[in-house]
C-alpha cells in the first residue's frame, strides 16, 4: 500500500489532528506557512510542528508522522533568477539541511510563476448538493480582460471567448466582481503569495522577458545548486505540475505535460530530482495520460495526489469531480504506482513506499455548514480517502496473489 497522508494547515486548519487520526491517515502534508518566503526554516520550528504532529496534549503519541513538506516555497527572484536569489537558493539548501535533520526526506514544491493554483469558483453546487472548487475559462478571461484589464490579454484570446467574456462581464453584479477577483488573486489554501490587482500587474510585468525556455533554464540553476545538497542528504524533492496546466495571464508554464516533466528529470539525473504526480493538475490537460506517466515515469515519482477533474467545454473549463469519477480512470493509475513499489522493493530501494494523499474533497453533509479551507474540508477528503483506500487493498490483493505459490 502507498503511505496515506492528509494534508494539514497547521493548528488554525479547522480540520484537527484528532479529526485526521480518525480518516486512518497515517502520514502528514504540511508546510511552516508562518516563515516568510526565502528565509530559512530553523530547526526549532521544524521540530515545534514534528512534536504537534507527533503528540497531542497530554504528550501521548498520535500515531501520526510529519511525511512530506508541501510546500518550501521557491521566490519569485529564484523563479526569475535574478536579484538576491543566490541567497534564496542558499536559504532553501539550508532549509533542506535542516528538514532531513529532522527527519522529514521528502519535499513538494512547485516552479508556477506568479499565481499558484487558480480556480474561479470555490463552491460550485453539484448535482447532489455538495460544493466542488471550478475553473471558469469565461470567468478567467473576463477576470483578465475587464477586472485586471491587462494590457496584452486580447492577443491570447479568440473572438468568440472574448465576446463571452464581455457579455459575462456585464451581466456581474459588484460582489460577483469582488468575489472572482478574491478567488483568483486572494491565494487559495497552500499558495505562497496573494495580491492586489495593483502587485499582481506588477508581478505579472517582472515576467515580460521570461519566456518559457527561460523559465526552464531558471528551474534548472535552481535544480543544479539544491539537488547536490537534496541528495546528500537523502531528500526527495518532488515537483508539482502547473494547475491548471497551460499558461495563464500571458505567463510561462513548464511543468504542464508529461514532455515537460521529462524536460525537468533530465535536468538533474538523481531519484532526489522527482516529481509529485498530482492527477487534478495534469488532468484537464489535452491527451493526458495519468497511467502512462505513472507507469513511465513511476521511478521518478516521489509524491502522488489522488483526485479528478471533469472538462466540461472547449474552452477547458472544468470542475473537481469526486475521487473515483471524473474524466480519469482511477484503477490503472493505482495498479502502476504499486507495481512501481513492487519494483522499487524487489531493487532494494529504501523508499519503495509512496506517499500518496486525497487531493481536496466536495465540501459536504456536516461541512457544509462549517468554515473551511476551500477544497480541504474534512468529509469529502475523508470519503476520497476511504474510496482510495479500498482501491488499493483490492489492486495490492491481486498483485499479491500473483506472486503467491499455487495451492
Known sequence: MMEQTWRWFGPKDPVSIQDIRQTGATGIV???????????????????????????????????????????PVTESIKLSRGDYLQHIEHYKQTLINL???GIKTVCYNFMPVLDWTRTDLAFTMPDGSKALRFDAVDFAAFE??????????????????????????????????????????????????????????????????????????????????IPVAESHGIKMAIHPDDPPWALLGLPRIASTEEDLLDILAMQE?????????????????NADLAGIAKRLGHRINF?????????????SFHEADHLQGDHDMCPIIHNLLQEQLLRKSKGRQDYCIPMRPDHGHQMLDDLSKQTNPGYSCIGRMRGLAELRGMMMGIQG??????????
Open 30 to 72: 504540511t508546510a511552516l506557512h508562518h516563515i516568510p518566503n526565502g528565509e530559512v526554516w530553523p530547526v526549532t520550528d521544524i521540530q515545534h510542528r514534528k512534536s504537534e504532529i507527533e503528540y497531542n496534549l497530554n504528550g501521548k503519541p498520535t500515531g501520526l508522522r510529519w511525511s512530506v513538506v508541501e510546500s518550501v
Open 398 to 407: 491481486s498483485l499479491d496473489n500473483r506472486h503467491q505459490p499455487p495451492m
Open 100 to 102: 532531513s535533520h529532522c
Open 270 to 286: 538523481s531519484i532526489a530530482n522527482g516529481i509529485t504526480l498530482c492527477c487534478g493538475s495534469l488532468g484537464p490537460g489535452k
Open 145 to 226: 480582460l475587464f477586472i485586471l484589464k491587462r494590457p496584452d490579454a486580447p492577443k491570447d484570446y479568440n473572438k468568440e471567448i472574448i465576446n463571452l467574456a464581455e457579455q459575462r462581464f456585464s451581466s456581474m453584479s459588484l460582489q460577483a466582481v469582488d468575489q472572482l477577483t478574491a478567488n483568483i488573486i486572494a491565494g487559495l489554501p497552500g499558495s505562497e503569495e496573494g495580491y492586489s490587482l495593483a502587485q499582481l500587474q506588477q508581478a505579472i510585468d517582472q515576467y515580460q522577458d521570461i519566456d518559457a525556455e527561460q523559465l526552464k533554464q531558471n528551474l534548472a540553476v535552481f535544480l543544479s545548486h539544491i
Open 304 to 316: 502522488v495526489h489522488l483526485r479528478n477533474t471533469t472538462v466540461e467545454d472547449s474552452y477547458r
